[in-house]
């Protein structure tokens, strides 16, 4: 966590003095994001960094199911289930990718290349089911488009891309 | 000043108070559950709706955050505010698991009362409910059962506002949300941790070591003092009831034992909270006791030892006594009005801190590990513990002096309530009276005087050091 202080001190120009505790929830998206998960010396580094209880710091782990202490797969697949994708086939989506894949949800392939995870509504209700990878949205999902995003990504870490 | 009305009354507040504070400071009940005088506002349980009269019409909104204002007119009671609560206490009740049968706080649970004033009906849900953990140990000392839970969060506050141990927090979110301790584990070093399980407001927080020892209605508060040091906090210790003795052969034990400690508030001293070593304070007073006087080590009749002590008295000619600070202000008057003019007097600790323990913080803990030091010191002087080597008796009273620092050959009368190897080393020794067998008074260290009261008959065998040194000095009375 260490090499991102410089980035959390520009953080801290946009709070008023004494808010520490505020800088908790972006600073721990900002180790997720570099390191892929928060780990146990991220969490030290933060407590002594911010100077707040680290429970507070638990908490905030905790309260977000965005945020894991764990590492996950290269890829990860969110697959949402809520009612506009429910609607239109959400349940058939994640069933599919999860025998395709061979895990349930919330579980990572042996060979770490995806985790698979239901979330709540995306916020992209208009192209329903949809499903993310990463950071990136794949929309009107079919089994047909399934098959091909998995197999690609697959064929990408096999050819040693990205 | 605002002035306003509350169910009529027309009280007058100070500007800043909210309106549960200042109903409560009137004595207008107003219920809560997340709201404590000590700790800060979270507004979380809604529990304390009361109705405030507009031009519109009556609204409702909290009372523990709601600021006074000028004119202002509140019902605590109305149709509107009872039909709140009543859906307010469907809500919080709809995952708690309601297993009073089998739950340590059944008869002290806000819940429990809350339930039978403001709801009083079964509940109208047909989901199933929530679990969650139970028998879940949140540290040494603490059981949580998180289905009952009403995160109401005064556990949490508590650690962070009062104790400051930051050893606790809520986990997760919404209905599956858990107390639980700081992984650091801070928490189980918490020296005033039980407290939590006094301000929970309903059984989710148990101590270990009253877990299902007694339902709270068969067992009596009785005032007394923790004599864990020189705060002196003001304490209630629970026994059996009189009423409610078990009388099954063997039973005396469990009749005459302090089965839980809590605070007695007292502003001026502890406010509502104790330390953990208070919550134990029965292992100190329940340590096996001396009950017979000895000469030398041989057992003896109290008669016969009074009389050797009196010889032994008038016969010294450089007298010395050692007098506790576990001693009550009355034992300590009568000693003095008894003897003080035949010793000289010396004040000891009894006491000294355990290695291991918190010796002093800004809370309430003291260093001097003994709850009357100042009582005795202001009859007998601040003079430091030399025993002066010509001294050819020395009266020793309660534990704690190394019998080491005694010069040789001076003869030994020793006090003692507790079965310790010195007792055998006196010439004469005489078993007294502890501080759950007798009334008595302790000053603390910043000159406060509380009072503790007699929770158990005083054994046979054991003498009143009252009456013993009545005794000794050869007035009328015989030490029982
Ligand atoms: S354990 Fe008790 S005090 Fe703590 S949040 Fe739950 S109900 Fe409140
Ligand atoms: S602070 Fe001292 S007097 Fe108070 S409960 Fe603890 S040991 Fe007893
Ligand atoms: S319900 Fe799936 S994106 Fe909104
Ligand atoms: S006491 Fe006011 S909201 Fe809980």
Redo the contacts between chains.
């Keep these: 966590m260490k090499h991102l202080i410089p980035e959390f001190e520009k953080m801290k120009e946009r709070y008023p003095e004494g808010f520490e505790s505020s800088l908790v929830l972006p600073c721990l998206r900002r180790i997720q994001e570099d390191r892929g998960f928060v780990a146990e010396e991220d969490i030290v580094a933060l407590v002594d960094y911010l100077k707040v209880p680290r429970i507070q710091v638990e908490e905030v782990l905790s309260y977000y199911t965005m945020l894991r202490r764990k590492p996950i797969g290269r890829f990860h697949l969110q697959a949402c289930r809520n009612i506009a994708c429910s609607m239109r086939g959400a349940e058939g989506v994640i069933a599919h990718l999860s025998r395709k894949l061979g895990v349930k949800p919330g579980q990572t392939t042996p060979d770490g290349t995806f985790t698979l995870t239901e979330v709540e509504c995306l916020g992209s209700c208009g192209t329903a089911p949809v499903v993310m990878v990463n950071e990136a949205y794949h929309e009107n999902m079919s089994t047909e488009k399934l098959d091909r995003l998995v197999d690609e990504l697959a064929a990408g870490v096999r050819a040693g891309g990205k | 000043m605002p002035r306003l009305t509350i169910d009529g009354r027309e009280i007058e507040a100070a500007a800043g108070r909210t309106v549960m504070e200042a109903a409560t400071d009137a004595g207008i009940f107003i219920p809560y559950f997340c709201w404590h005088p000590k700790l800060s506002v979270p507004g979380n349980c809604r529990i304390c709706v009361v109705g405030v009269e507009d031009k519109g019409g009556e609204w409702v909104e909290i009372a523990c955050n709601m600021p006074v204002t000028e004119g202002m007119v509140v019902y605590t009671n109305s149709e509107k505010v009872r039909a709140r609560r009543k859906a307010t206490m469907q809500f919080i009740t709809l995952n708690h698991p309601v297993d009073c049968g089998i739950c340590d706080k059944a008869g002290e649970c806000t819940l429990q009362d809350y339930h039978y004033e403001y709801n009083g009906e079964r509940s109208i849900s047909v989901d199933a409910k929530a679990h969650a953990t139970k028998h879940y140990s949140l540290s040494p000392r603490i059981v949580l059962d998180n289905e009952r839970c009403i995160q109401c969060t005064r556990c949490v506050r508590f650690t ?1 506002e009062i104790s400051k141990s ?8 919404a209905d599956h949300s858990l107390v ?1 301790a ?3 584990g ?1 928490f189980a070093n918490d020296p005033y941790s039980d407290n939590v399980i006094d301000i929970c407001p309903v059984g989710a927080l148990l101590s270990r070591s009253f877990l299902h020892k007694a339902r709270v209605w068969y067992l009596k508060p009785t005032a007394s003092v923790c004599p864990g040091c020189s705060r002196g906090c003001t304490v209630n210790l629970w026994h059996r009831r009189p009423e409610w003795r078990l009388r099954a052969p063997g039973m005396r034990a469990q009749n005459e034992t302090i089965d839980r400690v809590t605070p007695l508030e007292n502003p001026a001293v502890n406010g509502p909270w104790i330390c953990n070593k208070g919550r134990d304070i029965a292992k100190v007073l329940g340590r096996a006791r001396a009950e017979t006087a000895m000469l030398k080590g041989r057992p003896a009749e109290l008669q016969g030892a009074i009389a050797q002590a009196r010889s032994l008295i008038a016969a010294a000619r450089k007298p010395v006594a050692v007098v506790s600070s576990w001693a009550s202000n009355e034992e300590l008057a009568a000693f003095k009005a008894a003897l003080g003019a035949r010793f000289s007097v010396l004040v000891k600790a009894d006491h000294e801190p355990e290695p291991g323990e918190v010796v002093q913080d800004d809370i309430l803990i003291r260093a001097d590990k003994n709850p009357n030091t100042a009582g005795a010191r202001a009859l007998f002087g601040e003079a430091p513990l030399a025993l002066p080597p010509d001294a050819d008796l020395v009266l020793v009273w309660g534990e704690g002096l190394d019998f080491g620092l005694i010069p040789a050959g001076a003869k030994i009368v020793y006090l003692n309530a507790w079965l310790q190897p010195e007792n055998g080393h006196a010439d004469v020794f005489f078993p007294t009276s502890i501080q759950t067998e007798r009334d008595g008074h302790y000053t603390n260290f910043a000159g406060v005087t509380s009072a503790f009261t007699q929770c158990f008959p005083r054994p046979a065998g054991v003498a009143d050091a009252q009456a013993l040194f009545a005794a000794l000095a050869g007035q009328a009375g015989g030490g029982e």
Excluded at chain 2, 166 to 173: D, E, I, T, V
């Design positions: 962070r930051n050893g606790l927090g809520m986990q997760n979110r639980r700081v992984e650091d801070s």
